[in-house]
């Protein structure tokens, strides 16, 4: 291992990886995607729940940590988009009204069946790019394991900041593309000559390695932050220990432990698999909530009556129900 480290093969390596994360720039542009229907993951009827966080006990540990420092503690409304099955709820004692939103039934059954006894809970079947609430109405909107199933940046984060109210909060991960394991692995590919066709992790592109699975450059994720007025606050480098050895050889608490303490201090060197971003609404106009909270996804007026289990648009007539305790707000 030692002569391993002192190889001046690796040691080249890691002076070529210093030396472009020196470069707070990339090269390119953020191209515009075309107007066309975008494809949307879809978990309906997935175990999400029982086949993919187990084992993941360190990355829940350490995913909630980021959001505990992120997180405003108290508010009137707050919506999770893509919620699941409400694994992060607890977190959101704060807040007087709470919308799990997630484009799958399924799972927001799951989520009903473990938090539907308390009343502040709304459950919302919904699609991200056309999300049923009206302008500012949101004080905090968080999208967390979302961003990597996102084929369209830019029109999320445009729907996104149209429904949070301005300075409201929007935080927010992504998977990074340029974390450390890609670099050393694209400079050792370069290195030998086998770098020819692949992910090049300081390309602003965004990277898909599995249809709809994105991993993003932290610029890319930023620029388009900006250009919805989203500034963001702080940062935070999450999951750095992402090894699978690692993570059966040490002890859970001690990498949750050194990962809770190596977060801010490591985020400006965007290298950790994922990033977190607390950002806020500096949009123009009063910063004072929305009362209405809906609005309709056919004609987007807010015109919005409702009785009992029954939505009603008051503009186009469309009508959207509640079964079994979950909205259906969907074109």
């Known amino acids: 291992m030692i002569r391993w480290i002192l190889d001046e093969k690796f040691v080249e390596i890691l002076w070529r990886i210093k030396k472009n994360l020196r470069a707070r720039r990339t090269c390119g542009t953020i191209a515009a995607m075309p107007e066309k229907t975008v494809p949307i993951m879809d978990y309906e009827g997935s175990r ?40 992060l709820a607890d977190l959101y004692r704060g807040y007087e009204q709470v919308i799990l ?27 991200l790019y056309n999300l049923p609430f009206a302008d500012n109405a949101l004080d905090t909107a968080l999208t967390i394991r979302v961003l990597h199933h996102v084929a369209n940046i830019p029109n ?51 990277y898909e390695f599995v249809k709809l699975n994105f991993d993003y450059h932290p610029q890319y994720i930023r620029e388009n932050l900006r250009r919805v007025a989203f500034e963001i606050r702080a940062t935070r480098g999450v999951s750095i220990f992402r090894i699978g050895a690692l993570k ?14 190596l977060q801010s201090p490591i985020s400006n060197l965007q290298i950790t698999p994922s990033i977190f971003y607390l950002t806020e609404s500096v949009k123009n106009g ?17 015109k919005i009556s409702m009785n009992g289990e029954t939505m009603h648009c008051g503009a186009c007539g469309a009508g959207f129900f509640q079964n079994e305790g979950i909205w259906e707000i969907k074109v």
């Open 48 to 87: 999400w729940r029982e086949e993919f966080w187990r084992g993941r006990e360190y990355e829940d540990a350490v995913e909630r940590i980021a959001l505990n420092a992120f997180l405003p503690p108290r508010g009137k409304r707050l919506v999770e988009i893509g919620a699941g099955f409400g694994r």
């Open 248 to 261: 059966r050889l040490v002890p859970t608490s001690f990498l949750v432990s050194l990962d809770a303490n």
């Open 101 to 127: 939103l997630d484009y799958a039934r399924s799972m927001l059954q799951d989520a009903r069946e473990r938090l539907g006894n308390d009343p502040r809970f709304i459950f919302v079947a919904a699609d």
């Open 156 to 206: 999320a984060f445009a729907e996104i900041a149209r429904a949070v109210r301005p300075h409201g909060t929007y935080l927010t991960d992504f998977a990074n593309k340029r974390h450390l394991k890609a670099l050393v692995k694209y400079h050792l590919r370069r290195h030998d000559g086998r770098g020819v066709g692949a992910m090049n992790p300081y390309s602003l592109e965004p």
């Open 286 to 302: 009063d910063a004072r909530l929305n009362e209405n909270l809906w609005r309709c996804v056919k004609c987007h007026a807010e």
